[in-house]
């Protein structure tokens, strides 16, 4: 009966609530509605007044949420309180001797104040770059709308439509990445300096750390560099030629282009006279006379090698505890500058020679040491054309050259370099390797399958090393990889034995250091002392650095190194033989011709060179066997001066042939493999020739004609052009380069 009467008081407290609720509502919201209503309008000015302002206020309470959204990823990059000193390192390098080579980074330079800076250098400046700098809030909306204009008008980027503020917050937080989640980052960036820094403090930052060429941060150090002198004492002509720079500091660099240059200096003058800062007198002394820049054509700079190694030093500093506020660094590499410029003019002359005729515009070398230090780097032909280094950031095919990873892992599991596999036809799916020539060779040891860069060999032995299954054994093959050091991502594919996957130069030269270093893997490094500018030793590789890892036995790295050094010495790669020094190594050469390569060791050194085109098309039939083993053998060749040669693993120290068949050889593997144009004349060249004998002869029988009536002329001796009897034949076979030796990719 309690909980009978307990419930029913319950259910009528309830039914009360409710109701006094709904009444309290209902009362409440009729006020609302009596109070509201003295704001009522009606007619015309709803529709002009109040309509318009409900939805400005609706789209910018959206708007203003949006903004807060895209500004997340922005406002992330200035997390760290010493956002302010996180770009200034300053780095000098030296070679592994202790030569100054170079430098990167940005040295803050307090020691000029904004007010000691030519009041033209502030002006050149300001006109080019931002006539509106002191008036806008870090984002010029009519100077970004002027930049459309005449971008739209001229079909083309014209004009830049980005504040110094931009610019700056691009040089402090983000990368140089064409993109629109930059653009947008960079604009809320700006506006965040703005709040964070006065104006002066935003210029001066800018002209201290803006990239000005040649290696240089700064119109304090550009000054240095490009004139020999202070930013105090550059002239009007000078200071027009410094602001240029900022829009394309490699384009306009005066020790690269010094007509174009100038160019750009008179269009800075026309801007400084436009922008109402100098007059068109004022500005004709530097019209006359424009600046001239030092002459630093003959300073060689391994520019490839030194943006590495600070990319390499800017990981390093981040390692160091956070109490370290040290910015300028003396760091000592790895590198040898007597053979970075071999390698450099090696794959110079190479391209300058043969480029032509093989249809390949771009090469990358890298030269390691046995503890991962890399003695060379070649990332292109022309920094000064293109700064995209091939050697670390391109990934491409290294085609048979990745074929040891395979044949390691089969070493691994049981095969012997004896083993015997039949090379004959296989499918995985519906996809069929083929070998060059679309033969097979029945039977074959793994020592012949490697020799003759068979392709089948390392499929059969992917499917064998999975027991039947094809996923699993390639799954073997890239943990062998990985234990040599190959980062990149490998790509699962049926063809990932025969090279399909892509690598990048330097991690391929420094996994193969893994076979003469008696199996044990290394990292590529070019830092080997770091020392401050005072120099305190604050870190060194062989103390603090990775230390080796043992990735395969040292019996499995001798038996490769014995199977490699058959494909120098009677395989595809027979143009990297060098006299007296044992080497091992292996060619590569992708689908169409698009990449060819050679990776190769000696008991000292290894090392990858890479051919091809940027931009993927076909070569001209080149292969790993041709300008690549060429260019190889002559890094190695000056790698190996005055050093003592090592015995190789496996294979021992070589044999040193006499000279008379040491040249004999290299006259028949030179006539074999013949790697570049032909040894006789083409039909045009012949022809051009001759037509400059006749021009000769008719050129000196009119001066002979002239100097004396009752003279001859003494007869002249003829020059006669002596052609083979198969000319036709021989010129128009050699003009085309020689066919790959035996395989599809070797």
Known sequence: MKVRHFLLDLDARIDSGLFSSGRGTRELWERYSTF????????????????????????????????????????????????????????????????????????????????????????????????????????????????????????????????????????????????????????????????RLTKNEILKLYLDRAYMGGGTFGVDGAAHFYFNKSARDVTLAEAAMLAGLFKAPTKYAPHINLPAARARANQVLDNMVDAGFMTEGQVFGARRNPAIAVDRRQEVSPNYYLDWAFDEMRRLVETFPKSYVERVFVVRTAIDMNVQRTAEAAVENQLRQFGRDYHATQAAAVLADLDGGIRAMVGGRDYGASQFNRAVDAMRQPGSSFKPYVYTAALLNGYTPKSVILDGPVCIGNWCPQNYGHSYSGNVTLTQAITRSINVVPVKISIALGKGSPKAGRAKIVEVARKFGIKAPLLDTPSLPIGSTEVSVVEHATAYV??????????????????????????????????????????????????????????????????????AGKTGTTNAYRDAWFAGYTGNFAAAVWYGNDDYSPTNRMTGGSLPAQTWREIMVAAHQGIE??????????????????????????????????????????????????????????????????????????????????????????????????TRKN
């Open 36 to 195: 509201m209503d003295r704001f009522h309008v009606g007619s015309w000015k709803r529709w002009l007044f109040i309509e318009p302002l409900s939805e400005a206020a609706t789209l910018g309470l959206g708007g203003l949420v949006l903004m807060l959204a895209l500004a997340q990823s922005a406002f992330r990059e200035t997390s760290d309180e010493d956002w302010l000193k996180k770009s200034d390192l300053a780095v000098t390098f030296l070679d592994r001797y202790g030569n100054p080579i170079g430098s990167r980074g940005i040295k803050h330079n307090d020691s000029i104040p904004l007010e000691d800076f030519p009041d033209n250098l502030i002006k050149a400046t300001l006109a080019t770059e931002d006539r509106r700098f002191y008036d806008h809030f870090g984002i010029d909306i009519a100077g970004t709308a002027r930049a459309l204009v005449t971008n739209a008008q001229a079909g083309g980027v014209r004009q830049g439509g980005s504040s110094i503020s931009q610019q700056l917050a691009k040089n402090l937080f983000l990368t140089n990445e064409r993109t629109i989640e930059r653009k947008v980052n960079e604009a809320f960036l700006a506006i965040w300096l703005e709040t």
């Open 514 to 583: 893994t076979f003469p270093n008696k199996g044990r893997a290394v990292a590529p490094h070019s830092v080997l002392e770091v020392r401050t500018g005072a120099g305190d030793l604050v870190w060194r590789y062989d103390r603090d650095g990775p230390k080796p890892t043992q990735a395969i036995p040292a019996s499995g790295a001798a038996d490769m190194a014995e199977m490699m050094s058959h494909v120098v010495s009677e395989g595809t790669a027979r143009r990297a033989a060098m006299d007296g020094i044992p080497t």
């Open 645 to 742: 040669i090592r015995e190789l693993p496996g294979v021992g120290m070589g044999t040193k042939n006499p000279a008379a068949a040491a040249s004999a050889a290299m006259a028949a593997n030179a006539q074999e493999q013949k790697p570049g144009p032909p040894p006789v004349l083409t039909r045009r060249g012949a022809d051009i020739l001759l037509r400059v004998e006749k021009m000769l002869d008719d050129a000196g029988k009119s001066v002979g004609r002239t100097s004396a009536n009752d003279e001859q002329p003494k007869p002249r001796a003829s020059t006669t052009l002596a052609f083979p009897e198969n000319y036709a034949a021989a010129g128009n076979d050699a003009a085309k380069p020689a066919p790959a030796p035996t």
